[in-house]
């Protein structure tokens, strides 16, 4: 009796093994056609299977998610660390700079009372947002929100911050053109803060503008700050524009300390100078045209 279950047994697994795939083919098909026939059956079927394993999902993901935490919780205590160190050496150093700025502060302050220094007029200003980026290939400038009603002339500087960044090249009565640094037809009269060397600043489509017109004895090394200088009349002396980023085959390039990608809000600031771009002042204006009346 024995022998015989056993041999039966054998061709039962024989069977189920030879065929196996077939019978998984058939059960497919027939799942298929079900699902043709009764889509809602499927549908019901499909989510009582998935609340069925849910619970269960969810209990084995516990754990994975737990060890991924406790591994992010690691690399972020690493980062912060890392970061503490940056950060207590940087204002270690900014510490040392505050204590040169308030000593040099107050030699400036001494030395304009002994020499009696008159204070340059403080220059009014508007602050304009940016609501269009017109560059291109041929050209690197920008669209503002406010124009000639607001006070805003031709030629006038533009500032993000302190940092100089163009100039309003065109005006209508409510916006205004930005001429960046970068574009093409940019030309800024500038001095090599440690040199003291005069350059004329070129955009050439770029985000580096070049120097051009450099003494032939004119210093100029990597990392020196480029600023205005009063040659023209264009700006005021000593508003930052950038540093220098590379010397080399003729040619010295600055790196702008604010990039295009950066403005959302800038200064457009009345300096009270005509300079090589001159701008009619809204007195001028007036007169004209009150002279045009008579």
Not at 11 to 28: G, T
Not at 92 to 97: A, K, P, S, V
Not at 99 to 122: I, K, M, S, W, Y
Not at 211 to 222: E, M
């Amino acid at each position: 009796m024995k022998q015989g279950a056993v041999g039966r047994l054998a061709v039962f697994r024989l069977l189920a093994q030879r065929f196996a795939f077939l019978s998984l083919v058939m059960a497919a098909v027939g799942l298929m056609l079900l699902g043709k026939a009764d889509i809602m059956l499927i549908e019901r079927t499909r989510g009582i299977i998935a609340d069925a394993l849910t619970p269960i999902l969810d209990v084995a993901a516990r754990p994975a998610a737990a060890i991924a935490d406790v591994v992010e919780n690691v690399r972020e205590l690493a980062n912060l660390r890392a970061e503490n160190a940056r950060l207590k050496a940087e204002v270690h150093g900014l510490r040392h700079w505050e204590t040169v700025a308030g000593r040099l502060e107050t030699e400036n302050t001494f030395l304009h009372q002994q020499l009696n220094v008159v204070p340059d007029p403080d220059p009014a200003f508007i602050t304009a947002r940016v609501i269009g980026d017109m560059g291109s290939a041929f050209g690197h400038s920008m669209l503002l929100n406010a124009g000639s009603v607001h006070g805003v002339r031709k030629g006038q500087a533009v500032l993000a911050g302190e940092t100089l960044v163009g100039t309003i090249a065109d005006v209508g009565e409510r916006s205004s053109r930005l001429l960046l640094l970068t574009d093409i037809n940019a030309r800024v009269p500038v001095m090599v803060e440690a040199s003291r060397s005069r350059a004329i600043l070129a955009g050439d489509n770029r985000d580096r503008p070049k120097l051009n017109y450099l003494g032939s004895n004119a210093t100029v090394l990597v990392g020196d700050r480029v600023v205005t200088s009063s040659s023209g009349a264009a700006f005021p002396p000593g508003i930052p524009v950038g540093i220098v980023s590379a010397v080399g085959d003729g040619m010295v390039r600055v790196e702008p300390f604010v990039h295009r990608h950066e403005l959302e809000y800038v200064a457009v600031v009345d300096y009270g100078l005509g300079g090589i771009q001159s701008f009619e002042k809204p007195v001028d204006r007036d007169r004209r045209r009150r002279g045009g009346e008579n």
